[in-house]
């Protein structure tokens, strides 16, 4: 069943301290990933296929990035007459004297545009999860069974969760879903095992009704204020539970790992089968000249996007557009984002790096300074965006490099493991 006045509104204006240098210039919805796209492109790739089109993206933090991305919408068929993505950034007027202030907050701050377009129902998403999911199905659970509020939940195990995602305990009265029967946003000791995936389905008069509530009483986050107090008050909340995969990007290593599962041969993200959209006009991409593999060239378990010229060794790691790795340099385990250049002799292992750097020759980047130490060995080692890597520079694991560092500011001794160079 497709509701043709289904609103979709997705968080995607945030930044997370645990994105690191990431974050620094773009919301966490318009990280890179997967080669050519940015996070943001699941959720508009989901409503696109569910045939929902009439989309509201509700940002705050640095939003160009964002915004240039999304342009006009048509790289998910987003325009006509009844179809649309709008931009809701923050505001303040005579009534309104702060910006959002969570993600309640947000929503209530743009209730006139919701109620200009009338939902039967309105669907609120996060705007920085991997996922791949027909809402329709959600939405059909949801009418069926007359929820005040649908939310969608996936299944992790207890200690995973802990002070990282909200949890519910959720009944099995219906074969896709049930009764949520409790619901604690972050908790040290989690009761359940079903963790939120942040897609929201709410019956407008309901949404209106809380977020009214919730700013009289001075909160305004979903997770942390909004589900508790309609679940303690016995309101008809259900969780639906997914089933498919789910990739969180809230940390470097979450990120890293999540890339990670768009490789191997029968790889947890399958970007051609689940038809992911992009903005191909965004940096160019589209006019990129075919991948180049140089005679010296080897490219083993990678994704290499147009525009790369691969004249070195690339193992097991994902290479945006632009990026050149030339003849002796080795790039293992890495996701390299635009225009990234590692000179000749260059080295680098679990590596995430932002766009326009250059590694210099025979630099070692994400090598362990300690040697086997279990407490670095997973560890992302991260370079923020235009940065000039000194040739003989030598980085360990779970090390930070802010964007732009200046030249003079390289230390001749390199980094240690975990070291920062702010």
């Not at 972050?186 to 009704?209: D, M, N, Q, R």
């Not at 691969?310 to 635009?338: M, Y």
């Not at 060995?377 to 779970?398: A, E, L, S």
Request: charged share 25%; proline share 5%.
């Amino acid at each position: 069943m497709v509701m043709p006045s289904t609103l979709a509104m997705i968080l995607a204006g945030g930044r997370v301290d645990e994105l690191g240098v990431l974050t620094h210039y773009r919301p966490k919805s318009a990280v890179p990933f997967g080669g050519f796209a940015r996070v943001i492109d699941f959720p508009l790739t989901n409503l696109m296929r569910s045939g929902i089109e009439r989309i509201a993206i509700l940002s705050q933090y640095r939003s160009y990035s964002l915004i240039n991305h999304i342009g006009t919408g048509a790289a998910w068929d987003m325009i006509g007459r009844y179809r649309g993505i709008s931009i809701l950034p923050p505001f303040k007027d005579y009534e309104n004297p702060h910006w959002y202030r969570g993600s309640a907050d947000a929503v209530h701050q743009n209730l006139d545009f919701v109620r200009y377009h009338r939902p039967s129902e309105i669907l609120i998403l996060s705007g920085d999860h991997i996922y791949e999911m027909d809402y329709r199905d959600m939405l059909r659970f949801h009418h069926e069974h007359d929820a005040d509020l649908t939310a969608a939940f996936v299944t992790v195990k207890k200690e995973e969760a802990a002070n990282r995602f909200g949890v519910a305990e959720i009944g099995d009265e219906y074969s896709e879903g049930g009764t949520v029967l409790s619901y604690e946003e972050k908790p040290a000791e989690p009761k359940g095992e079903w963790a939120s995936l942040t897609v929201f389905c709410f019956k407008p008069e309901v949404l209106y009704k809380v977020l009214q509530k919730n700013q009289a009483d001075g909160s305004y986050e979903f997770g942390r204020d909004i589900i508790p107090m309609m679940v303690q008050e016995g309101m008809k909340v259900l969780g639906y539970k997914f089933q498919g995969y789910w990739g969180y990007t809230r940390t470097v290593k979450e990120y890293w790992q999540t890339s990670m599962d768009l490789l191997g041969p029968d790889p947890l993200i399958d970007l051609e089968k689940w038809g992911i959209r992009t903005n191909l006009e965004h940096r160019d991409i589209r006019d990129c000249q075919p991948l180049k593999v140089g005679s010296h060239g080897v490219l083993d378990n990678s994704l290499a996007y147009n525009g790369c010229i691969i004249d070195g060794t690339v193992k097991n790691s994902i290479l945006f557009p632009g990026v050149r790795v030339e003849q002796g340099a080795v790039v293992e385990d890495s996701v390299l984002f635009f225009n990234t250049l590692v000179k000749k002799g260059g080295q680098l292992r679990q590596v995430v790096c932002d766009v326009n750097t250059t590694f210099g020759a025979h630099t070692q980047v994400g090598f362990s300074s300690t040697g086997i130490n279990d407490q670095v060995n997973d560890r992302v080692t991260v370079v923020g965006w235009n940065n000039n890597v000194p040739d003989n520079m030598k980085i360990g694991r779970g090390c930070l490099v802010a964007p732009g560092i200046k030249e003079d500011k390289w230390p001749q001794k390199g980094l240690e493991d975990m070291e920062e160079l702010q």
